[in-house]
């Protein structure tokens, strides 16, 4: 399918005149090639419930509640609906969220037993994947127990069900309080019925955010009669918990529809209500939806690919559909918002906070990808980050409803700043952004917003460590390589602010804390590893190991993470011996035994090609450095090879978490053609192009077009590229050069050619 508008045109012609031809446009539908349940298989844990881009409210399926793959709520493996509850996570590690779940019934309504150590509820139902429907924007399933449809559709701060029922005396929906992901701890829970349609209520919950509360209003079609449960229940710890649930009942005729409309609120019941009256005014669920799929073909619309593989086409709209589920707007109409200093703040709606930054994951592609789709939205993703900054003390490593989480290592709002700066859309306080990024760097406990059990972890001694002994020793600080590492990568990003602002001490200063990595390599195994407080390597030492967040690296091993040298390409290749000696080691990595080894694997090291781990994070920028060694052929066939084998249109078709879009981001620049090694750099390395065309519209500034000729399955190998019509010998490209409007034209063949080889 074209992607261009067809024009549809109706001409009428009298004897003397001719009638007016009267156009209308019909826009491509991308939205029919998005699937919304890749990634709710394997461990992609994402969600297909009804989304509107970066909306605040989520309302999704809930089929299951403990373990890994419960992250999102929603396993495509279950057969059992627990409900549909309205806050989720998309890919993440880690799970939160599930509140305020929502279940139609019919019959007498069970909540008991409820039993702790079951991924299913009382009322639960079974249900079937050929009766189940999920679009951008639009989901909807069959509950075979109730014998009821369940739909649902969503704005950006409210969501709307519409349950259709059969003829029965004995129909409801039970609002379940106490429900959450993993059995969080609830630390309380309101609910008020305000007439016999509207219902609110608010609780608040302690897990992997301590702190993390919400509020809803609920107004529904039809008149209820109800009964609030209100007990205790023993959980699999022997310990009392409290429930909290609504039960609603109503008689209806046969194919009734019952319609529910939800607004949340991380402020008050309040704004809850007034989220829901200003975004869904009506009863018009049909207009509702219709607008989310408009939503959401005004985003997917940002690209245009063009390709005769409508199983390649449907892989990148989905991945670009999930890189717009977050971050999330936390923001209400009335322009409140809850702030990371536990406070009620009144901002603005035009400059809106957002939460959910996974940023050691999205720094990586996800925002190198906004900074050309939609640089505006990512200067509000910086400015949410400089709020937090002043609210809390310091800028997030991994924010979940106004929290600090302490998750992950290093401080890459630093990257999300200096990649914003030196690409020329920075529309932020640049100093102020500066000092924001010097706080993140030093070691400072002081003045920090945050309980004291994550304090160790957003501040560890590992930045005390690094600014005064120069390194981290592994036998007083966990994960001391990765973090060293990144530390180095982000203090380059600090000597490039610095440099902007005058500031040529610390200028001299975090370039010099740049090089750190190189303290870590060991020459004898040509490893990066573990370095003591003696001085002396962390032995025994094995680059398989794993056991995870427990040892010198984050969810790798010394395979994955000796190559996390981004911003000093040059600087690693002379550390390992030159450019022969650096070809030889990469070649080893994707060429090494794929197993892994310890008490304790970490379950993220996944996608392997060698020990090359393309289901996390560290791996992403790997493939692309033998552009930096004169091997670009070497770049275009890999890629090519993780199209094919790490990325499909099924359920379980991403090899590790989707990760708040980090996964779907990579797919996305280097399906286009090309990717940021380093953000910070405005530099993109040029790989292998799998469309015969792709149109980026770029925001109020025309196209970037990038053509593949003699395109094929078999033809990966760039023979030749122009730019702009001039011949390109390089496999780089600059940032400009695509926000200028440029076409980037590349000659397929199926052999590896010299193209991108410089000689010395």
């Given at each position: 399918m074209e992607s261009?508008k067809?024009?549809?045109?109706v001409?009428?012609?009298?004897m003397?005149?001719l009638?007016?031809?009267?156009p209308s446009?019909?826009?491509?539908?991308?939205?029919?090639?998005?699937?919304?349940?890749?990634?709710?298989?394997?461990?992609g844990?994402?969600?297909?419930g009804?989304v509107?881009?970066n909306?605040?409210?989520q309302?999704?399926?809930?089929?299951?509640?403990?373990?890994?793959?419960?992250s999102s709520?929603?396993?495509?493996?279950?057969s059992t609906m627990?409900g549909?509850s309205?806050?989720?996570?998309?890919g993440?590690?880690c799970?939160?969220y599930?509140?305020?779940?929502?279940?139609?019934?019919v019959g007498?309504?069970?909540y008991?037993?409820?039993?702790y150590?079951?991924?299913?509820l009382?009322?639960?139902s079974v249900?079937s994947h050929?009766n189940?429907t999920?679009v951008?924007?639009?989901?909807?399933?069959?509950l075979?127990?109730?014998?009821?449809k369940a739909?649902?559709?969503?704005?950006k701060r409210?969501?709307?069900h519409?349950y259709?029922?059969?003829?029965t005396e004995?129909?409801?929906?039970i609002?379940?309080?106490?429900?959450s992901?993993?059995?969080?701890?609830?630390?309380?829970?309101?609910?008020?019925?305000?007439?016999?349609?509207?219902?609110?209520?608010s609780?608040?919950?302690e897990y992997?955010a301590?702190?993390q509360?919400?509020?809803?209003?609920?107004?529904?079609?039809?008149?209820f009669t109800y009964?609030?449960?209100?007990?205790?229940?023993?959980?699999h710890n022997?310990?009392m918990?409290?429930?909290c649930?609504v039960l609603?009942k109503?008689?209806?005729?046969?194919?009734?529809?019952v319609?529910a409309?939800?607004?949340?609120?991380a402020?008050?019941?309040?704004?809850?209500?007034r989220?829901?009256?200003a975004?869904?005014?009506?009863w018009?669920?049909e207009?509702v939806?219709n607008?989310a799929h408009k939503d959401?073909?005004?985003?997917?619309?940002?690209?245009d690919v063009?390709t005769?593989?409508?199983t390649d086409k449907?892989?990148?709209?989905?991945?670009m559909?999930h890189?717009?589920i977050?971050?999330?707007?936390f923001t209400d109409v009335?322009?409140?918002?809850?702030?990371?200093?536990r406070?009620?703040?009144q901002?603005?709606?035009?400059?809106?906070?957002y939460?959910?930054?996974?940023?050691w994951?999205?720094?990586?592609?996800?925002h190198?990808l906004?900074s050309?789709?939609?640089p505006?939205?990512n200067?509000?993703?910086?400015?949410?980050?400089l709020k937090?900054h002043?609210?809390?003390?310091?800028?997030?490593m991994?924010d979940l409803?106004?929290n600090y989480?302490g998750?992950?290592?290093?401080?890459?709002?630093?990257?999300l700043i200096?990649?914003?700066?030196?690409?020329?859309?920075a529309d932020f306080?640049?100093?102020?952004?500066?000092?924001?990024?010097?706080?993140?760097?030093?070691y400072?406990t002081?003045?920090i917003?945050?309980?004291?059990?994550?304090?160790?972890?957003l501040?560890?001694m590992?930045?005390?460590?690094?600014?005064?002994l120069?390194?981290?020793?592994?036998?007083?600080?966990?994960?001391?390589?990765?973090?060293?590492?990144?530390y180095?990568?982000d203090?380059?990003?600090?000597?490039l602010l610095?440099?902007?602002?005058?500031?040529?001490?610390?200028?001299?200063?975090?370039?010099?804390?740049?090089?750190?990595?190189?303290l870590?390599?060991?020459?004898s195994?040509?490893?990066?590893?573990?370095?003591?407080s003696?001085g002396e390597?962390?032995?025994?030492f094995?680059?398989?190991?794993?056991n995870h967040?427990?040892?010198?690296?984050?969810?790798?091993?010394?395979?994955?993470w000796?190559?996390?040298v981004?911003?000093?390409?040059e600087g690693l290749v002379?550390?390992?011996?030159g450019?022969?000696?650096?070809?030889g080691?990469?070649?080893?990595?994707f060429?090494?035994?794929?197993?892994?080894?310890g008490?304790?694997?970490?379950?993220?090291?996944?996608?392997?090609?060698?020990?090359?781990a393309?289901?996390?994070?560290?791996s992403?920028?790997i493939?692309?450095?033998?552009?930096?060694?004169?091997?670009?052929?070497k770049?275009?066939e890999?890629?090519?090879?993780?199209?094919?084998?790490?990325?499909?249109n099924e359920?379980?078709?991403l090899?590790?978490?989707?990760?708040?879009g980090?996964m779907?981001a990579?797919y996305?620049?280097?399906s286009?053609?090309?990717?940021?090694?380093?953000?910070?750099?405005?530099?993109?390395?040029?790989g292998?192009?799998?469309?015969?065309k792709v149109?980026?519209?770029l925001?109020?500034?025309?196209v970037?077009t990038v053509?593949?000729?003699n395109?094929?399955?078999?033809?990966?190998?760039?023979?030749?590229?122009t730019?702009?019509?001039?011949p390109?010998?390089v496999?780089?490209l600059?940032?400009k050069?695509i926000?200028n409007?440029s076409?980037?034209e590349l000659t397929l063949?199926?052999?590896?050619?010299?193209?991108g080889?410089?000689?010395?």
């Amino acid at each position: 399918m074209e992607s261009k508008k067809i024009l549809m045109t109706v001409c009428g012609a009298g004897m003397l005149t001719l009638a007016a031809c009267a156009p209308s446009a019909v826009e491509t539908d991308y939205t029919a090639y998005v699937n919304p349940f890749v990634g709710t298989g394997g461990h992609g844990h994402t969600f297909p419930g009804a989304v509107v881009p970066n909306g605040m409210i989520q309302p999704s399926p809930d089929t299951r509640i403990d373990g890994w793959d419960a992250s999102s709520g929603y396993y495509y493996a279950d057969s059992t609906m627990n409900g549909f509850s309205h806050t989720h996570v998309s890919g993440t590690g880690c799970a939160d969220y599930g509140d305020i779940l929502f279940m139609p019934t019919v019959g007498e309504q069970q909540y008991n037993p409820q039993d702790y150590s079951s991924q299913t509820l009382p009322y639960a139902s079974v249900f079937s994947h050929q009766n189940e429907t999920a679009v951008p924007g639009y989901y909807s399933v069959f509950l075979d127990r109730y014998q009821v449809k369940a739909e649902l559709t969503a704005t950006k701060r409210a969501a709307f069900h519409r349950y259709t029922f059969p003829a029965t005396e004995e129909a409801g929906i039970i609002i379940d309080m106490d429900y959450s992901i993993q059995h969080q701890t609830n630390m309380d829970m309101q609910v008020e019925v305000v007439s016999d349609t509207e219902i609110k209520g608010s609780k608040l919950t302690e897990y992997w955010a301590f702190d993390q509360q919400v509020s809803f209003y609920a107004k529904f079609s039809k008149p209820f009669t109800y009964q609030i449960v209100r007990d205790t229940l023993t959980d699999h710890n022997g310990k009392m918990q409290p429930r909290c649930k609504v039960l609603l009942k109503f008689a209806t005729a046969k194919d009734e529809q019952v319609l529910a409309k939800v607004g949340i609120s991380a402020v008050d019941t309040e704004g809850a209500k007034r989220n829901l009256e200003a975004e869904i005014p009506d009863w018009d669920f049909e207009a509702v939806r219709n607008e989310a799929h408009k939503d959401w073909n005004r985003y997917l619309s940002k690209i245009d690919v063009e390709t005769s593989n409508e199983t390649d086409k449907t892989i990148f709209y989905t991945a670009m559909y999930h890189t717009a589920i977050s971050p999330n707007l936390f923001t209400d109409v009335d322009g409140r918002y809850w702030g990371m200093d536990r406070k009620v703040h009144q901002g603005s709606v035009e400059k809106p906070i957002y939460t959910v930054f996974s940023l050691w994951d999205t720094f990586r592609a996800l925002h190198p990808l906004l900074s050309i789709i939609d640089p505006d939205l990512n200067n509000e993703f910086i400015y949410s980050l400089l709020k937090k900054h002043q609210e809390g003390g310091i800028f997030p490593m991994w924010d979940l409803a106004s929290n600090y989480t302490g998750t992950m290592i290093g401080y890459h709002a630093a990257s999300l700043i200096a990649d914003a700066y030196t690409k020329g859309y920075a529309d932020f306080d640049l100093q102020e952004a500066y000092r924001a990024c010097l706080r993140s760097a030093e070691y400072d406990t002081t003045g920090i917003k945050c309980p004291d059990l994550v304090l160790p972890h957003l501040m560890p001694m590992a930045k005390y460590y690094k600014n005064t002994l120069g390194y981290i020793p592994c036998d007083r600080e966990n994960e001391s390589v990765a973090k060293a590492l990144e530390y180095a990568y982000d203090d380059f990003c600090i000597s490039l602010l610095a440099d902007a602002v005058g500031d040529y001490d610390n200028f001299e200063r975090y370039t010099k804390l740049a090089k750190a990595y190189k303290l870590y390599f060991d020459p004898s195994v040509r490893f990066m590893r573990g370095l003591d407080s003696k001085g002396e390597w962390r032995e025994p030492f094995n680059p398989r190991a794993s056991n995870h967040r427990n040892d010198d690296y984050c969810e790798g091993n010394a395979w994955q993470w000796t190559w996390f040298v981004p911003h000093d390409i040059e600087g690693l290749v002379a550390l390992m011996g030159g450019e022969e000696a650096f070809v030889g080691k990469l070649d080893s990595l994707f060429t090494a035994d794929s197993s892994l080894e310890g008490t304790e694997v970490s379950a993220d090291i996944s996608g392997l090609i060698g020990q090359y781990a393309h289901g996390n994070e560290p791996s992403h920028h790997i493939i692309h450095l033998y552009n930096y060694v004169n091997r670009p052929w070497k770049t275009q066939e890999l890629i090519d090879r993780v199209f094919k084998e790490q990325y499909r249109n099924e359920p379980d078709g991403l090899s590790g978490n989707e990760d708040c879009g980090q996964m779907s981001a990579w797919y996305i620049l280097n399906s286009m053609g090309f990717y940021q090694v380093c953000p910070g750099k405005p530099v993109y390395s040029i790989g292998r192009p799998l469309f015969d065309k792709v149109t980026v519209n770029l925001p109020g500034r025309g196209v970037f077009t990038v053509i593949a000729k003699n395109n094929s399955p078999e033809n990966k190998y760039i023979e030749s590229a122009t730019l702009n019509g001039k011949p390109l010998t390089v496999p780089f490209l600059q940032h400009k050069d695509i926000m200028n409007g440029s076409v980037l034209e590349l000659t397929l063949t199926n052999q590896p050619t010299q193209w991108g080889v410089t000689t010395n």
